[in-house]
T-cell receptor, first 111, second 112 residues
Framework: GQNIDQPTEMTATEGAIVQINCTYQ??????LFWYQQHAGEAPTFLSY????GLEEKGRFSSFLSRSKGYSYLLLKELQMKDSASYLC????????????FGTGTRLTVIP | SQTIHQWPATLVQPVGSPLSLECTVE??????LYWYRQAAGRGLQLLFY??????ISSEVPQNLSASRPQDRQFILSSKKLLLSDSGFYLC???????????FGPGTRLLVL
């Protein structure tokens, strides 16, 4: 089976940097997605890592280590609008139903 | 560009009543389509996925069914709703397996 673990809640200050960790266990791993989900809204795609290393997109960066089964999402220069849940999702190599989601990390940004 | 629509946005239904939620995708052809449910405080649970017209795969035994009558239309149904069917229902699409899934706006269902 597949399993994904991420912290349930985090709090950070506006303007700061926060790192949201995600660990996964699965066979046939293909890559890792991060989604952002504001309360009451649908998840929106942030990043997809297939290879080891850090990928940067503006204020958001995502890191993957396949050997350690570990990923993190790094948010810089936090803004109040970054308060949301961040979902980690593993992708499998085969099958159309190939994403398995964690329960999400609810991030609260405080002034 | 591609867009995905879901309706209704919100629905309140009595226990035992039927359900029909609709999802349509524009701007792409032959997408993979997915139905997820997100219960309060829980992660996304995949309910059904479809790789083509009339092709439906179920991930979990449940009170719900899905159909794909047209290439870009995906319908979630129930004959008799249960209290436990309450939740946030999300439709998603991807061009191929292994690629990014994009979500619709969701339907919030409350069964009373």
């Amino acid at each position: 089976g597949q399993n994904i673990d991420q912290p349930t809640e985090m709090t950070a200050t506006e303007g700061a940097i926060v790192q949201i960790n995600c660990t996964y266990q699965t066979s046939g791993f293909n890559g890792l997605f991060w989604y952002q989900q504001h309360a009451g809204e649908a998840p929106t795609f942030l990043s997809y890592n297939v290879l080891d290393g850090l990928e940067e997109k503006g204020r958001f960066s995502s890191f993957l280590s396949r050997s350690k089964g570990y990923s993190y999402l790094l948010l810089k220069e936090l803004q109040m609008k970054d308060s949301a849940s961040y979902l980690c999702a593993g992708a499998l190599q085969t099958g159309a139903n190939n994403l398995f989601f964690g329960t999400g990390t609810r991030l609260t940004v405080i002034p | 560009s591609q867009t995905i629509h879901q309706w209704p946005a919100t629905l309140v239904q009595p226990v035992g009543s039927p359900l029909s939620l609709e999802c349509t995708v524009e701007g792409t052809s032959n997408p993979n389509l997915y139905w997820y449910r997100q219960a309060a405080g829980r992660g996304l649970q995949l309910l059904f996925y479809s790789v083509g017209i009339g092709q439906i795969s179920s991930e979990v035994p449940q009170n719900l069914s899905a159909s794909r009558p047209q290439d870009r239309q995906f319908i979630l149904s129930s004959k008799k709703l249960l209290l436990s069917d309450s939740g946030f229902y999300l439709c998603a699409w991807s061009q191929r397996a292994g690629e990014t899934q994009y979500f619709g706006p969701g339907t919030r269902l409350l069964v009373l």
